[in-house]
């Protein structure tokens, strides 16, 4: 139904990807929406018909792919398939951020600059859900983004975002999830609580 080309992607074909180097000729595609065509024998944890994703990195293009049973999840058939493909790179990257190497607990505060971003929009519903206060670094035109979704905004081209950021990292932050790289790893590490993770 639905799968990825993105800058991802990009990197892959022209060989300049870390996790995976690979010579043409292949089919690109990093994700996917579909559904289940066939499956082999002892597989019982699908059906065809049923809709599920998975991560590929490459192949997802293709009219038909073949996984394993162990790497798809299901897809609710209420989600429209091209943003349900979204939430499975971007998703993922954002849950594991949140999760992999700290346990968060409610009232935790986290900064996420590039907060306007596929992965920090999702980081900071997922910071909502998960009880936690959150901070995210934007541009004016995505600061009502931020609200909507329940963080604080930090507008990093105005002398009042500039200044809450400032005084925000005197409180310090527990995670802060760096997906502009517009600051060094040494300043982001002093905004951070004792323990925090960067």
């Given amino acids: 139904e639905s799968s990825s080309l993105g800058f991802t992607d990009l990197l892959i074909r022209r060989n300049l990807y870390p996790m995976l180097r690979k010579k043409p000729p292949f089919v690109l595609g990093y994700s996917f929406v579909g559904h289940v065509v066939a499956v082999g024998l002892g597989v019982t944890t699908f059906q065809p018909g049923d809709r599920v994703a998975d ?3 490459t192949g997802s293009n293709a009219d038909f792919i073949l996984r394993s049973p162990a790497t798809l999840v299901r897809v609710p ?3 429209d398939a091209a943003e349900a493909e979204t939430l ?11 999760t992999r190497y700290r346990k968060m607990e409610r009232g935790q505060r986290v900064l996420i600059t590039g907060a306007a ?5 999702l980081a900071g519903q997922l910071c909502t859900e998960m009880g936690l206060k959150w901070f995210g670094t934007c541009s004016i035109r995505h600061r009502s983004a931020i609200e ?3 963080g604080i905004p930090l507008v990093y081209d105005s002398q009042e975002g500039t200044a809450q950021l400032e005084l925000e990292s005197k409180v310090g932050f527990d995670l802060i999830l760096d997906l502009s790289g517009a600051e060094s790893p040494r ?3 002093r905004r951070l609580r004792e323990g925090g993770v960067l």
């Fill in 55 to 57: 991560l590929t990195q």
């Fill in 77 to 79: 058939k209420t989600l």
């Fill in 88 to 98: 499975v790179l971007s998703g993922m990257t954002a849950f594991q951020a949140l």
């Fill in 117 to 121: 971003g596929a992965v920090g929009h």
């Fill in 148 to 150: 909507s979704s329940g």
């Fill in 187 to 189: 300043i982001s590490r």
